[in-house]
């Protein structure tokens, strides 16, 4: 089932509680693909997962000179959805499917692997030829049983078509790619109700986004520093704030002396409670369709790409 997610602003405060912080964890440093860094959240071995998510990577940022980008050539994916947000550089894409795609600064990717592809993320040619800024995220999300293995599909999303919103002071503004935030609804349809918002508040600025009771929630400081959930912990970039469940909103302040605006992606969706078997590229629910997965990729029955 693919749903376009609506949430309802609770303004009731006599019934609308803010959630608390549940722990605060640090990023961690590791190698991807053909070699380049990215600051992991999870999996690591300090946060496994946060059910429905698999995986938090921020790519960068970094400045790289000629001929120094790098990306992941041809692998495979099966059983859950790869969300690609690009701040900075351009990548492109191709697939076993015979899909292809260019991605610039703010645009996203969203693509359901499903019952299997060959991908290919690599940096834009002439952005390995001329160098420069490179930032990003990827984020992996689990796709429940029952749609584990349908039909692959993308959408690829440019900066120009993400909605955008701002308070009515202007002091917080959030991109919405999925679901719902300061009156504004994303585009893009998910297959499980999540968000994920982008929101950057400016020094003295808070915000109290509605997040259903059902709903797994954490947010990764991209930049600055914050206060956040009803206790007020501090947290800053390369930290990811996970939410304890239980109120119906998250709340964020950036401090009034801060330096720099805060700069937080917030993300959230319903915890599937499903078994989870993972090895490497693969998610399902048994050891079993783990091992038919690799069969399947090694005998090529999730294809090559060929153009």
Request: aromatic share 8%.
């Amino acid at each position: 089932m693919v749903t376009k997610n609506s949430l309802v602003n609770n303004n009731d405060s006599t019934t609308s509680t803010s959630r608390s912080v549940q722990r605060i964890v640090n990023s961690t440093r590791t190698m991807e693909g053909e070699g380049f860094l990215v600051h992991r959240s999870f999996p690591t071995h300090f946060l496994p997962d946060f059910d429905p998510f698999m995986l938090l990577d921020e790519m960068g940022p970094m400045v790289l000179a000629p001929g120094e980008a790098k990306g992941a050539p041809d692998h495979p994916h099966r059983g859950f959805e790869t969300v690609t947000y690009l701040l900075d550089g351009r990548f492109e894409h191709k697939d076993s499917q015979g899909h292809s795609g260019k991605l610039a600064a703010g645009d996203v990717q969203w693509m359901t692997a499903g019952a299997g592809v060959i991908h290919s993320e690599m940096p834009e040619r002439e952005f390995v030829r001329t160098g420069g800024r490179l930032h990003g995220f990827q984020l992996w999300v689990n796709l429940p049983r029952r749609d584990k293995m349908v039909k692959p599909r993308y959408q690829d999303i440019p900066s120009a078509e993400i909605p955008v919103a701002k308070s009515p002071d202007g002091r917080v503004k959030v991109r919405v790619i999925a679901g719902e935030a300061l009156g504004k609804q994303a585009v893009i349809e998910t297959r499980t109700p999540i968000m994920y918002l982008h929101f950057t508040l400016e020094p003295g600025a808070e915000m109290a986004q509605p997040v259903p009771q059902d709903y797994n929630a954490f947010a990764y400081i991209v930049g600055g520093k914050g206060l956040f959930g009803v206790d007020e912990k501090p947290a800053q970039r390369e930290q990811v704030v996970l939410f304890a469940n239980g109120g119906d909103k998250v709340s964020i302040k950036s401090p009034s002396d801060a330096a720099s605006p805060l700069d937080v992606l917030l993300i959230a969706g319903v915890p599937l409670k499903e078994p989870v078997a993972r090895y490497g590229p693969f998610v399902m629910n048994t050891k079993d369709e783990i091992y038919q997965a690799i069969e399947d990729y090694r005998s090529g029955r999730m294809g090559k790409i060929d153009f």
